[in-house]
Structures are given as structure tokens and as C-alpha cells.
């Protein structure tokens, strides 16, 4: 690693111990697209048991990435209260994965049954004012995808599969941890 690398390594951990000490104390939210997901949708030997819709859902990657963001928040005590989610099966499976309490499906997060198509001018502005409802002393998780991101923000670019980006006040993006950085965040 030459000195910037390992410089620019240095401020992005400060940066990331920072954000979780910042997450300990709440308010913020947590816009977070589902963990990793095939493009292609399951059959009916392919597909979970409860996945009657035969709808896509999370890779081995995706499941395990949702389990130890899960046990992550956990042991860094990031204090999470209202979580909401897209009623898309993939969805709900990061949530459940991560065993994140009391999740409530909202049809403003969904893909409208179209997966990675573009999503209604509504659903953007939802998302947009959704935001704005900073929890005080807990955090907000909002798990939804990449269109409903995009369409809401377009000037975050690219979220990556399970990536949250975290806004605090004034809708200002104060960070962006990737699903498989939450295990290695410092308690």
C-alpha cells in the first residue's frame, strides 16, 4: 500500500468509528436497498417453502450478509426502532434475516410486482418526505430497492446490494456502510 492508500485507509475507518459512535446516540435513518439477490426467479424446486409467490429471493450471500448485519447492529448497540420495508419477498427476507423487530410492509417501497423497472413519481416523493421523520434516541431502517433509491435520489448513485446509506438532519447523507462492513465495525 503506498502512504495515500494507507492514509485514505486510515480516515475512512476514523469516518466509520465515528458513524457508529453516531448511530449509538440515534436519529437517523437508515435507507438500505435488500441484500443480494439473483435476478432470476426461483421454481418450485428452486424457492423457499414459504416463498409461495415464487418470488426473487436472497442468494446464500444475501442471507448470510443479512444475518451478521443483524448480529452486528446487536453487538455495536445501534439502537434500531421503526423498521419498514418493501413487501417484496427479497425484502422481507433481509429484514427477517437480520431479525430486525416489528417490520411493517409498505406498499411505497415496493417494485410494483416489475423488480428492477423504474417506480412511480409517488413512490419517489414518499421515500423524499419519508426521510425527513428523524426517530430521536433509536434509528430508522428502511429497506427497499435500487429503483425506489434512484428515483427518490438520484444524486446518490449506485446502492449497492444491502449497502444503507444513513441520513441525518436535513436529509444530508452523513455516511453509506456496505452489509458486509457492519461486522467489521469496531464495538
Given at each position: 500500500?503506498?502512504?495515500?492508500?494507507?492514509?485514505?485507509?486510515?480516515?475512512?475507518?476514523?469516518?466509520?468509528?465515528?458513524?457508529?459512535?453516531r448511530?449509538?446516540?440515534?436519529?437517523?435513518?437508515?435507507?438500505?436497498?435488500?441484500?443480494?439477490?439473483?435476478?432470476?426467479?426461483?421454481?418450485?424446486?428452486?424457492?423457499?417453502?414459504?416463498?409461495?409467490?415464487?418470488?426473487?429471493?436472497?442468494?446464500?450471500?444475501?442471507?448470510?450478509?443479512?444475518?451478521?448485519?443483524?448480529?452486528?447492529?446487536?453487538?455495536?448497540?445501534?439502537?434500531?426502532?421503526?423498521?419498514?420495508?418493501?413487501?417484496?419477498?427479497r425484502?422481507?427476507?433481509?429484514?427477517?434475516?437480520?431479525?430486525?423487530?416489528?417490520?411493517?410492509?409498505?406498499?411505497?417501497?415496493?417494485?410494483?410486482?416489475?423488480?428492477?423497472?423504474?417506480?412511480?413519481?409517488?413512490?419517489?416523493?414518499?421515500?423524499?418526505?419519508?426521510?425527513?421523520?428523524?426517530?430521536?434516541?433509536?434509528?430508522t431502517?428502511?429497506?427497499?430497492?435500487?429503483?425506489?433509491?434512484?428515483?427518490?435520489?438520484?444524486?446518490?448513485?449506485?446502492?449497492?446490494?444491502?449497502?444503507?446509506?444513513?441520513?441525518?438532519?436535513?436529509?444530508r447523507?452523513?455516511?453509506?456502510?456496505?452489509?458486509?462492513?457492519?461486522?467489521?465495525l469496531?464495538?
Open positions: 500500500l503506498t502512504l495515500t492508500a494507507v492514509a485514505a485507509t486510515a480516515a475512512q475507518t476514523s469516518t466509520k468509528d465515528e458513524l457508529t459512535s448511530l449509538r446516540q440515534g436519529g437517523y435513518i437508515l435507507v438500505m436497498r435488500h441484500a443480494s439477490s439473483p435476478r432470476k426467479v426461483p421454481n418450485t424446486q428452486t424457492a423457499n417453502p414459504d416463498n409461495e409467490k415464487l418470488e426473487r429471493q436472497l442468494d446464500e450471500a444475501g442471507r448470510a450478509a443479512s444475518v451478521a448485519m443483524g448480529r452486528a447492529l446487536r453487538d455495536l448497540k445501534i439502537p434500531v426502532g421503526e423498521v419498514l420495508t418493501s413487501p417484496t419477498y425484502a422481507l427476507e433481509t429484514v427477517r434475516l437480520a431479525q430486525l423487530a416489528n417490520p411493517r410492509a409498505q406498499t411505497e417501497l415496493g417494485d410494483g410486482g416489475q423488480s428492477m423497472k423504474g417506480v412511480a413519481d409517488t413512490q419517489a416523493a414518499w421515500l423524499r418526505e419519508r426521510v425527513t421523520h428523524l426517530p430521536a434516541g433509536s434509528n431502517i428502511i429497506v427497499t430497492h435500487m429503483p425506489n433509491i434512484s428515483g427518490a435520489f438520484p444524486a446518490w448513485g449506485a446502492v449497492e446490494d444491502g449497502e444503507a446509506v444513513i441520513v441525518g438532519a436535513g436529509g447523507v452523513v455516511g453509506r456502510i456496505k452489509i458486509d462492513e457492519w461486522p467489521r469496531k464495538p
